[in-house]
């Protein structure tokens, strides 16, 4: 990276400090690579540190870099994308969808809201299966996916009793029945404290939730809920009017 004088600059010093960094981690760093620490960056530059981290903080906020405990300042990898409105329905793991199986629970207690999405009574037997998206190597989303056990009756507990062996085997039963459409739904929201530390952020960040619902022609047979790092995602809007959240890398602002 270079120097520049930021001295006759009208726009604010860190925000055009922010637009020369953003250029330079396009065009001088790789994905992962640790940026030089504060005292040199605020030298190369002629600021002072408090602008220099104004500037990263705000790169920050943007997905550009990512500050890891005990390795510092990083380039942030590509933002990590689920087509939201796409017209192309799968079930939950089928053509390598890019989610990994942690766990099932069969007893697990589900909220009011996610039993009214099912539209099951409560008390009713739902199998909950979680799962993680990692992109080079790090946790970006974690989904919770909801399938009652009236959806999936030919799930046998003898040939796959618990952990995720039972989990793949509450998916292929799933995926035995004909999907008949999906819809979903994208909010804004704080991170819980699980999921906060499945996704190394503090609890309260912001995170998207991606809220899907599928359907067969018996009505909902499975509701996801799946919570992505804010800082790795970002929607973009189609021709179609569909909304979607990019694979591409963010642009220099």
Excluded at 152 to 176: F, H, K, M, W
Excluded at 180 to 186: A, E, I, K, L, W
Aim: a negative charge.
């Amino acid at each position: 990276m270079g120097t520049t004088q930021l001295e006759t600059v009208p726009e604010p010093k860190y925000w055009h400090l922010k637009t020369v960094l953003s250029e330079a981690l396009d065009q001088d760093f790789a994905v992962g690579e640790v940026l030089p620490n504060e005292r040199e960056l605020a030298a190369r530059f002629g600021v002072a540190r408090a602008t220099l981290r104004q500037a990263l903080e705000q790169l920050e906020l943007e997905g550009r870099l990512q500050r890891r405990r005990g390795v510092g300042t990083t380039v942030a990898p590509p933002r990590v994308g689920v087509a939201v409105g796409s017209t192309e329905h799968s079930w939950p793991g089928e053509s390598a969808d890019g989610w990994e199986i942690v766990d099932v629970a069969d007893t697990a207690v589900v909220s009011p809201a996610v039993l009214k999405l099912l539209g099951a009574a409560a008390g009713q037997p739902v199998h909950t299966v979680r799962r993680t998206r990692v992109s080079h190597g790090q946790a970006v989303a974690a989904e919770l996916l909801y399938v009652p056990a009236a959806s999936v009756p030919g799930l046998s507990a003898i040939d796959a009793p618990a952990g995720p062996a039972r989990a793949r085997a509450v998916l292929r039963e799933l995926q035995r029945l004909a999907l008949d459409g999906q819809d979903r739904s994208v909010e804004l929201g704080s991170a819980r404290a699980d999921d906060a530390k499945e996704l190394d952020r503090l609890p309260g960040a912001p995170v998207l939730v991606v809220t899907t619902r599928y359907f067969t022609a018996a009505g909902t047979a499975a509701v996801s809920v799946a919570t992505y790092r804010a800082d790795t995602c970002r929607l973009t809007f189609g021709d179609s009017g569909a909304v979607e959240i990019s694979h591409e890398t963010r642009a220099a602002s």
